[in-house]
């Protein structure tokens, strides 16, 4: 029998604010254990929580940027469960009043695009990160109140490649709006599956699996790919699903049952008692509506059309805010978008990860010099990455290494003609076998021009003249 | 309304809770009545007003996105049961992550 896959996915991102949800603690990644602590985030007797504006507006952000209809008022409710990343014995959530409902993400696949709709986008607080031992287990609480977004999409999905697109998506909106760094690896971007399979043709959902502890977008397309085969197996040998909670493992390359008890899912949910309902107003929606940037996909279509690049490089180009915005500030200042592009796609690629470009010391400042230098001649291309080698080594602009070195490509006839003659006469043979018919002579010589003048020699320019020279004399 | 003995244990489960038989049946009976007591309001019709999530009729107060002073890890650590290397230690935990 056929199948169909169905996907849903839970998203948690983390968002970028300087303190945690609830208190005044700092979010950096990298402080020492258990030093972003207060009374607040630890549950302390007497403490109270306040909620953090910014986090609001970029929760916003992202419900507005995927078209979600925003509640005028939501409400923080406490879900109950005892685990030792959650100090308080509840993680303060939305339940339901939840901030946001009925958005929308379109993601581009080969040559088709596709609308996955988003069930809701709510707000809540991350826990602590616990490291497993021999014997105990080791928690670091600095994670716990930092604020997070969790994006629940619609069963809309149908396969690895459509759900691995749908996160990329998203990730690329959070970045775009500069609201959470989305790195999946360091765990401020994660993901759980819900997969389950029916015969093709069905309206009725079958029984669904929840995959948890996936780490990476490459780990995802892994762990769906093997639990729609395991569940096809399942029911190709007559047996039924269970609902249940499995574990990603990468290095066996499979996923397996995380067996707990069934009442570990009752919550009790109730509202939060020292949180007021949150209050959006239409202008504060409106507000953010009015600071959202050109997203990846428009921007790309942009590129195309306004600087005549290619799918393929508009499609790099634009897979970081900053990298395209670093192209635009380059070719604002005067670089030719085709030459723009390829320097960046080739040689500022080769040294900086893409979203380091723009934070690089190499500024759209030096980028532009040194292609204005070579369009007007003054620098071959070939100089040109010497000299690329220099900003990026003693951070000087393009133009004054040119000067200071005297890189200057020799475009004047009569000096080439000089090094012509005397290259000429040099190589005899050369020229005998050139004019006897081997014409692959004729590049061998303009490399013998081109190192006598340490590679300055304007070649289309010595080309010319060798040819001349080499074709008048002949007769 | 009834809250039976058996769901008395599975809600003690949840919250940690240890009861002896004795408690469990006292807490069952207790609870039932408490319960009873309040299905009383039932009787009144509220389909015209709206939940009460809060007593008091205020909206949510935000607060600046600005950093301030947390306990220091050793105030922190001070408080907890035991420790290791600025890590809370406790018993392992097996079935998650
Ligand atoms: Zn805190």
């Given at each position: 029998m056929n199948y169909e896959t169905i996907i849903g996915l839970e998203v948690h991102a983390q968002l970028r604010?300087?303190?945690k949800i609830f208190c005044r603690c700092a979010t950096e990644?990298?402080?020492?254990?258990?030093?972003?602590?207060c009374p607040v985030c630890m549950g302390l007797p007497g403490s109270l929580p306040v909620l953090n504006e910014k986090a609001v507006a970029f929760a916003l952000k992202m419900a507005v940027a995927t078209h979600c209809q925003i509640q005028p008022t939501s409400i923080f409710s406490r879900k109950n469960y005892f685990y030792p990343d959650l100090p308080k014995g509840y993680q303060i959530s939305q339940y339901d009043?939840?901030?946001?409902?009925a958005g929308v993400v379109e993601i581009v696949l080969e040559n088709t695009s596709k609308k996955i709709r988003l069930h809701r986008i709510h707000m809540e607080e991350d826990a602590g990160k616990n490291v497993h031992g021999e014997r105990y287990s080791y928690v670091n609480y600095?994670?716990?109140g930092i604020p997070l977004v969790e994006i629940v999409s619609e069963p809309d999905l149908r396969n690895a490649q459509e759900a691995a697109e749908y996160l990329r998506t998203l990730r690329s909106i959070l970045r775009y709006l500069d609201i959470?760094?989305?790195n999946m690896e360091e765990g401020s971007f994660r993901c759980d599956v819900n997969i389950s399979l029916r015969p093709e043709r069905s309206d009725r959902f079958g029984t669904k699996v929840e995959i948890k502890n996936i780490n990476s977008f490459r780990f995802v397309e892994n762990a769906i790919l093997y639990e729609m085969e395991r569940q096809r197996m399942c029911l190709e040998e007559g047996k039924r699903i269970v609902q249940e909670t499995r574990l990603w493992d990468e290095h066996e390359g499979k996923t397996f049952s995380m067996?707990?008890?069934?009442?570990?899912?009752?919550?009790?949910y109730f509202p939060e008692p020292d949180l007021m309902p949150l209050e959006i107003s239409a202008e504060w929606v409106s507000q953010i509506r009015s600071t959202l940037p050109e997203f990846e996909q428009v921007k790309k279509q942009r590129f195309m059309t306004?600087?005549?690049?290619t799918n393929y490089d508009a499609k790099l180009l634009v897979q970081e805010k900053s990298l395209a915005d670093y192209f635009e500030q380059t070719v604002h200042r005067g670089g030719d978008p085709k030459l723009v592009c390829n320097w960046i796609l080739s040689e500022v690629l080769r040294e900086f990860e893409v979203s380091k470009v723009a934070c690089s010391s190499l500024t759209p400042g030096h980028l532009a010099e040194l292609i204005c230098l070579i369009q007007k001649g003054t620098i071959s291309g070939k100089i040109a990455k010497d000299v690329f080698e220099k900003i990026l080594k003693q951070g000087k602009m393009p133009s004054q290494i040119v000067r200071e070195e005297g890189l200057e490509q020799i475009s004047d006839a009569a000096q080439l003609e000089k090094v012509i003659e005397f290259v000429v006469s040099e190589q005899g043979d050369l020229v005998k076998q050139y004019r006897e018919?081997?014409?692959?002579?004729f590049s061998f010589l303009v490399g013998q021009i081109m190192k006598k003048t340490q590679g300055k020699a304007n070649p289309k320019i010595v080309s010319e003249l060798l040819k001349n020279k080499l074709e008048r004399e002949d007769t | 309304m009834k809250i039976s003995p058996q769901e008395v244990e599975r809600l003690a489960k949840l919250a940690w809770l240890k009861l002896d038989p004795e408690e469990v049946k006292r807490y069952s009976q207790e609870l039932s009545s408490i319960l009873d007591y309040v299905e009383?309001?039932?009787?009144?019709?509220?389909?015209?007003v709206s939940p009460t999530?809060?007593?008091?009729p205020q909206k949510s107060h935000l607060r600046k996105d600005e950093i301030g002073r947390s306990l220091s890890q050793e105030e922190f650590l001070s408080m907890v049961p035991a420790h290791e290397e600025g890590a809370v230690k406790v018993p392992k935990i097996i079935d998650i992550e």
């Open positions: 604010t300087q303190s990644f990298h402080a020492s254990e258990n030093q972003n602590v009043k939840p901030l946001a409902t600095n994670r716990a959470s760094d989305g067996r707990q008890k069934e009442e570990a899912h009752d919550y009790r306004q600087y005549q690049l018919g081997q014409k692959n002579k | 009383t309001l039932n009787q009144l019709d509220t389909s015209q999530y809060h007593v008091v």
